[in-house]
């Protein structure tokens, strides 16, 4: 088969390197080249497991003191931004 192939610089010196150091042709390089990557076994990956876990508030947790917290945050960074004159 005959086809059209544009080799980065770096990889059409690459296998002209080989090919001069193996005495053969840059087409025998370059075949020899793509199936070696092509027959290259690629590693199975492990599959990944979420371990899932409930979300939903613990027992006895008073809300109450996590609002106040927040409008507390909230007010100290009203006037954090004032005093920046924002």
């Not at 090919?19 to 690629?42: C, M, P, Q, W």
């Given at each position: 088969?005959?086809?059209?192939?544009?080799?980065?610089?770096?990889?059409g010196?690459?296998?002209k390197?080989?090919?001069?150091?193996?005495?053969?042709?840059?087409?025998?390089v370059?075949?020899?080249?793509?199936?070696?990557?092509l027959?290259?076994?690629?590693?199975?990956?492990?599959?990944?497991?979420?371990?899932a876990?409930p979300?939903?508030p613990?027992?006895?947790?008073?809300?109450?003191?996590v609002?106040?917290?927040?409008?507390?945050?909230?007010?100290?960074?009203?006037?954090?931004k004032?005093?920046?004159?924002?």
């Amino acid at each position: 088969m005959r086809t059209t192939v544009t080799l980065d610089p770096d990889v059409g010196a690459r296998l002209k390197e080989l090919a001069r150091e193996r005495d053969v042709s840059f087409k025998e390089v370059l075949n020899a080249t793509i199936r070696a990557g092509l027959a290259a076994e690629t590693p199975a990956s492990r599959r990944f497991v979420v371990k899932a876990r409930p979300l939903g508030p613990r027992p006895g947790t008073d809300f109450s003191r996590v609002l106040r917290l927040a409008d507390q945050l909230e007010d100290e960074a009203i006037v954090h931004k004032l005093e920046l004159g924002k």
